[in-house]
């Protein structure tokens, strides 16, 4: 049996916490995070205000401003915080490209009303506009389950399932 470590070294390959959320590493991924962000935005048809809240309401001139640095390519660091929500952003929408058949399905879904209980009714996309890291954590493991098998209504994908019988099983 192995022994415990009781030092505070982060596991085997992983970076320290001072490194990972260093000023240096945020500045190396805040240029590319805020073009993506910007990306998916425009495709989820975001407007400015919405924009605002998923990143945590910074104020619009301080937003434009990243959105140049970004596109300039030069010195920009983004808050872990602002970091964190981009990053949300980023796995719903790789999720929503796993579960539906083409994009603007996966924005129709965003808008639209869902039965979901997480949802009330409403559509995903007020929790991620809600302004809070909650909101986006909240579909975005919505999302996970739904990829995993755990829940998720029927889609087109469904439409033309055959469930499986004891017939269709074979054992070798």
Not at 60 to 81: E, H, M, P
Not at 97 to 121: I, N, Q
Request: charge should be positive; aromatic fraction near 8%; charged fraction near 20%.
């Amino acid at each position: 049996m192995a022994a415990e470590s009781t030092t505070d070294e982060p596991p085997q390959g992983a970076e320290p916490p001072e490194r990972r959320f260093s000023a240096a590493n945020r500045r190396r991924l805040s240029g590319s995070a805020i073009r993506v962000f910007g990306n998916i935005a425009d495709l989820w048809r975001l407007t400015e205000r919405e924009r605002l809240l998923v990143l945590g309401l910074p104020s619009r001139s301080a937003y434009r401003g990243w959105v140049r640095a970004g596109r300039a390519g030069t010195g920009l660091t983004l808050s872990l915080d602002t970091l964190l929500r981009i990053s949300l952003v980023i796995g719903i929408h790789k999720a929503l490209a796993t579960l539906h058949t083409t994009p603007d399905k996966a924005v129709e879904w965003l808008r639209g009303a869902h039965r979901g209980a997480v949802f009330g009714g409403a559509p995903p996309m007020a929790l991620i506009t809600n302004g809070t890291q909650a909101g986006l954590m909240t579909v975005w493991h919505f999302l996970g389950a739904a990829q995993t098998g755990f829940y998720m209504e029927p889609n087109e994908a469904d439409r033309d399932f055959v469930p499986y019988t004891d017939a269709d099983i074979i054992f070798c």
